[in-house]
């Protein structure tokens, strides 16, 4: 059985997801089983998904996936780079032999090129150069090859390259997936499908009739259903979270562990701003941009530590379809990782794991208390909650 994975977030899940799965089945065989790493109910940007990673997990099984797990938090909330190569640690662990991701250039030997390139890389650029580290990275990989220093011009291009790099050590094939329509972040829809930064601008505004055309069927009854549950939309707790960052500070646990001026901006900006959106506006610049400072401050407040390991030590289950029970079943036989489906099992874990398990279950409280309904932002969600399980049709 091919199996093969797919990092995302699918917040929310939409059409332009639903192409990419379809389109990796085709070129891999309809008997394919699609494996999803997704980002819990944190994401990249720094910010709370619009939906709980269980419903955005069943959003996927009920479009075309046939597993979805967790991708670790320290993963989730990094860097491409960390984000790749937690993703492809953990699709590895499940047996994944491929992975398929979506590239505005997706021409596979210029992708590994850049890779390549970059593993060799020796980044040169000031430590106090007015650009971010991406941007110094990219200057320096035009020095050596500009055609792959012209794929990072775009974001999905630079995670693409961050896969191939993070792969590497697996043996496992990258699949490359021309992304169709609407750019990255793009303001309005185009050909058919649109951003999922506007789906979660129109969605938190209360405006579902806009996404309904660029959300699958399946998926749209999942987001109202979450709805009228008053389980979404979800927005980033303002208040909550700086005065969080403040407890942070003031513990000494406001720092990312760089030596390039970014942590004492980031705790002057804590210490003057009336808002976490202020904190932000402060800290950001061309060189600290706003995602990696709401990254940084939300790793803080979820006290994951600078060097926390973005690898999995374990594999929480979201969403099984299936196809998804046979890749369960060979994993469990193959992987040394603990495999969570139900999370009341983890206190039987290992002591080793326990403090990032505890981080995991302290994000979704946090997250708790985002959602619509009062109601649901009592603590121990995390461990009230089990994966869906989509039926043989």
Excluded at 45 to 73: H, N, Q, S, T
Excluded at 81 to 95: D, I, K, N, S, V
Excluded at 218 to 234: E, H, I, M, S, Y
Aim: hydrophobic share 45%.
């Amino acid at each position: 059985m091919t199996i093969c994975g797919i990092t995302a977030e699918y917040n929310p899940f939409h059409t332009g997801h639903a192409h990419h799965i379809a389109q990796t089945r085709r070129l891999l065989g309809e008997d394919t089983a699609i494996v999803c790493a997704m980002s819990g109910n944190f994401v990249q940007r720094g910010d709370f998904a619009v939906l709980g990673k269980y419903a955005r997990a069943e959003m996927a099984v009920r479009c075309g996936a046939d597993l979805v797990i967790e991708l670790p938090l320290a993963a989730a909330l990094c860097s491409a780079e960390g984000f790749a190569r937690g993703a492809a640690a953990a699709l590895h662990a499940l047996g994944c032999d491929t992975l398929s991701f979506g590239a505005e250039h997706p021409d596979v030997s210029l992708l590994l090129r850049a890779a390549q390139a970059l593993d060799a890389l020796p980044l040169t650029g000031a430590a106090a150069a007015p650009l971010s580290y991406a941007a110094q990275r990219q200057a320096e990989l035009r020095r050596l090859d500009p055609a792959a220093a012209a794929l990072l011009d775009h974001p999905n291009n630079t995670l693409a390259v961050e896969y191939c790099r993070a792969m590497q050590p697996y043996g496992m094939r990258p699949l490359a997936v021309a992304r169709q329509g609407a750019a990255h972040d793009a303001a309005a829809p185009n050909a058919g499908f649109a951003s999922a930064s506007l789906l979660r601008q129109h969605l938190r505004a209360g405006d579902d009739s806009f996404c309904r055309p660029f959300l699958p069927p399946d998926a749209q009854a999942v987001w109202q259903r979450a709805a009228a549950a008053g389980q979404a939309p979800v927005s980033l707790p303002d208040d909550v979270l700086l005065a969080l960052a403040r407890t942070a500070l003031a513990q000494g646990r406001l720092s990312s562990g760089t030596a390039d001026g970014f942590d004492e901006r980031l705790q002057n900006a804590v210490y003057q701003a009336v808002s976490f959106a202020d904190a932000v506006a402060r800290a950001r610049t061309r060189r600290f941009p706003a995602a990696r400072v709401r990254r940084a401050l939300l790793r803080a407040v979820l006290g994951i530590p600078a060097d926390a390991a973005v690898q999995p030590q374990y594999v929480r289950i979201l969403a099984i379809g299936p196809r998804g029970r046979a890749v369960l079943r060979r994993a469990g036989a193959h992987t040394a990782l603990p495999l969570i489906v139900k999370p009341v099992t983890e206190k039987r874990l290992p002591d080793a794991l326990q403090p990032t398990l505890r981080h995991d279950a302290f994000a979704d409280d946090l997250f708790a208390l985002a959602l619509p309904d009062t109601a649901q932002r009592a603590g121990g969600s995390h461990y009230r909650q089990t994966p869906f399980y989509l039926p043989h049709s």
